[in-house]
């Protein structure tokens, strides 16, 4: 990479999504920081605003049309990167003349790019395509292809040059890119590409980077954490890398995100409940839980399935977290579809449940097929199911009172809420998407990033509050 022209250009990066585009960006930082830009905070202060985009499904695309027209406004040239840049290219580029337009190919080579587009450099929109094809499964044909001078970019690969852009105790820490399943709504394999593990040794040296960066909550993430190690020729590469990372010095918790429930083999579920150091956090991508509905949305299993599923692991580890996504109004979804998606989540006893309701995605099979539910018809299923779940993930919350837990602590809130007290997460908690803990009785000596023992003594909603039991456990210190 050259360096920028002038070396006191800045650069803020926005992102939107999941967090696997948040390391995206932590990588896209490090390479432009290698190449001499200055990195900032706000776009008022840039002469180029990075805004990393989400493409998953149509108000994710909003956001992000959103957030590339707000950045337009800070007078800092505007490059929009990420799924959505990915996914439609051209069509953006011209649909949004105010912002160029870069795909995951220009990753490795983001810093001149943006030289580029500092300097008038005329830049062509990529074509879509499907990114399925451009990658093999096989390890052999993989290792190749990494190492050809034109393959395409991997998303999350080449940490070495990461940058954090946060500065909590918790960072995620990317397994995989891409995605070999066919779900007939999902688009993301399309423009994310087949499912490429990351060599357990690159995943190990980046927690090692993390640890020393003050990191002590690992958050393992891809589009299908089940699926890693498949192709490098070991189904059980995660059991075996869990362990390793959990004994990284500094680490205090290793959290897996994103497991296909028909790909949890129960070897890799016994590691998850049992191994010291790893949450006992199931992250399972359900999407309902009626059978038929499920086949047609090529998917498996169904409520009985799925129950049995949740009792094997809390059987092993009793106060395991679960949490999941479902999707209401799928076409040809009956009133029955609902009531059997109703009855596993009463049964389920879930600790977090995102509700989504369903659109039409360009190249999927859903697209085309019938029995379209009406938008109204869509979003009173949505309302109906959201309540249901807010009852009953505050309810599960409440079953927690008396519980043991350890809180990895986050902020201390003395200056709102008095000395000794801090905001923190349980095991049970994903650190952005699953509730909070606040503890009182917190010593004096904590710190960001420790362990604490408490015992959870009320809630609100599906936060928990909590009381220490013991002094903080210091990670990494």
């Not at 432009?32 to 830009?37: E, M, S």
């Not at 062509?124 to 094809?133: K, L, S």
């Not at 579920?269 to 991508?285: C, M, N, Q």
């Amino acid at each position: 990479m050259t360096a920028p022209l002038d070396p006191a250009r800045k650069v803020a990066v926005v992102t939107l999504g999941c967090a696997r585009n948040e390391v995206d960006s932590e990588e896209l930082a490090g390479r432009l920081a290698a190449g001499g830009y200055e990195l900032v905070d706000d776009a008022e202060d840039a002469d180029a605003v990075l805004v990393n985009t989400c493409g998953f499904i149509e108000s994710a695309k909003k956001d992000s049309v959103d957030a590339i027209l707000a950045a337009t406004d800070s007078g800092a040239r505007v490059v929009a990167v990420g799924c959505m840049a990915e996914r439609y290219g051209s069509e953006l580029a011209g649909a949004l003349p105010e912002a160029t337009v870069l795909g995951f190919d220009d990753y490795a080579a983001i810093g001149d790019r943006l030289d580029d587009v500092l300097s008038d450099r005329p830049l062509v929109p990529h074509d879509p395509r499907d990114r399925r094809t451009l990658l093999p499964i096989s390890p052999v044909a993989r290792t190749a292809a990494a190492v050809a001078p034109d393959a395409p970019a991997i998303p999350g690969h080449g940490w070495l040059q990461r940058r954090r852009l946060a500065s909590g105790p918790s960072a995620a820490l990317k397994l995989a890119s891409g995605c070999d399943r066919r779900c007939a709504f999902c688009a993301i394999p399309t423009f994310r590409g087949s499912f490429v593990s990351r060599p357990p040794a690159e995943v190990l040296g980046e927690a090692q980077w993390l640890a020393s960066q003050g990191v002590t909550e690992l958050v393992l993430v891809s589009e299908n954490s089940t699926s890693y190690g498949k192709d490098l020729g070991d189904l059980r590469s995660l059991e075996r890398l869990l362990p390793q990372l959990a004994a990284v010095e500094g680490i205090a918790r290793v959290r897996v995100a994103y497991l296909q429930p028909a790909e949890l083999r129960p070897g890799l579920l016994e590691i998850i409940a049992g191994t010291e150091g790893v949450a006992p956090y199931f992250d399972l991508s359900f999407q309902h839980s009626s059978p038929g509905l499920l086949r047609r949305m090529r998917r498996f299993g169904g409520t009985d399935d799925f129950l049995a599923l949740i009792e094997r692991a809390r059987a092993l580890a009793p106060a395991a977290g679960f949490r999941t996504n479902v999707i209401l109004g799928f076409p040809g979804e009956t009133e029955e579809d609902v009531a059997e998606l109703e009855r596993f989540l009463v049964e389920g006893r879930l600790d977090a449940v995102g509700v989504f309701g369903y659109s039409d995605e360009e190249g999927t099979e859903a697209m085309g097929l019938p029995g379209k539910l009406d938008p109204a018809e869509i979003d009173a299923r949505v309302r109906r199911i959201t309540d249901l779940v807010e009852e009953l993930t505050a309810q599960r919350a409440e079953d927690r009172i008396g519980e043991r837990i350890e809180v990895l602590l986050t902020e201390d809130l003395a200056a709102e809420e008095g000395a000794g007290t801090w905001l923190g997460h349980a095991a049970h908690q994903d650190p952005d998407a699953d509730g909070t803990t606040t503890v009182t009785g917190v010593p004096a000596d904590a710190a960001p990033g420790d362990l604490l023992a408490a015992e959870v003594v009320g809630t609100e909603g599906v936060d928990l509050l909590a009381s220490a039991l013991v002094a903080a456990r210091p990670a990494g210190r």
